[in-house]
């Protein structure tokens, strides 16, 4: 069983950072190195959105429009840990962010991921 942990939320002003990181455990092999990793955002009341994804095996990388540019994703396999480098931040990207982990094929879906952290709380304030 794969289990993800999130850490490193909490609140920032507009225009600070903040780095997110998803620890995973739950295979004898890093997961981070045969996982796609991504990262999804909730907000109250919202849809879950698609934010950012690393691919497995390689380090293309997807990003969200909205992200684009002011976001990084990386990960470190010895550490089996995804990192998301938030810069520039607005309250518009306040929400609960949760990583997820899938074999598959990467995707903006929600509901093509199998395995999900619990999630950890932004809030950035205007």
């Known amino acids: 069983q794969v289990r993800l942990v999130e850490s490193g939320g909490g609140l920032v002003q507009a225009g600070g950072s903040l780095r997110l990181s998803c620890a995973a455990s739950?295979?004898?092999?890093?997961?981070?190195?045969?996982?796609?990793i991504a990262w999804f955002r909730q907000a109250p009341g919202k849809e879950r959105e698609f934010v950012t994804a690393?691919?497995?095996?390689?380090?293309?990388?997807f990003y969200a429009d909205s992200v684009k540019g002011r976001f990084t994703i990386s990960r470190d396999n010895a550490k089996n840990t995804v990192y998301l480098q938030m810069n520039s931040l607005k309250p518009e990207d306040t929400a609960v962010y949760y990583c997820?982990?899938?074999?598959?094929?990467?995707?903006?879906?929600?509901?093509?991921?199998?395995?999900w952290g619990q999630g950890t709380q932004v809030t950035v304030s205007s």
């Open positions: 739950g295979r004898t092999v890093s997961i981070t190195s045969i996982y796609n």
């Open positions: 997820a982990a899938d074999q598959g094929r990467v995707t903006t879906r929600h509901y093509d991921y199998d395995y």
């Open positions: 690393i691919m497995w095996g390689r380090d293309t990388t």
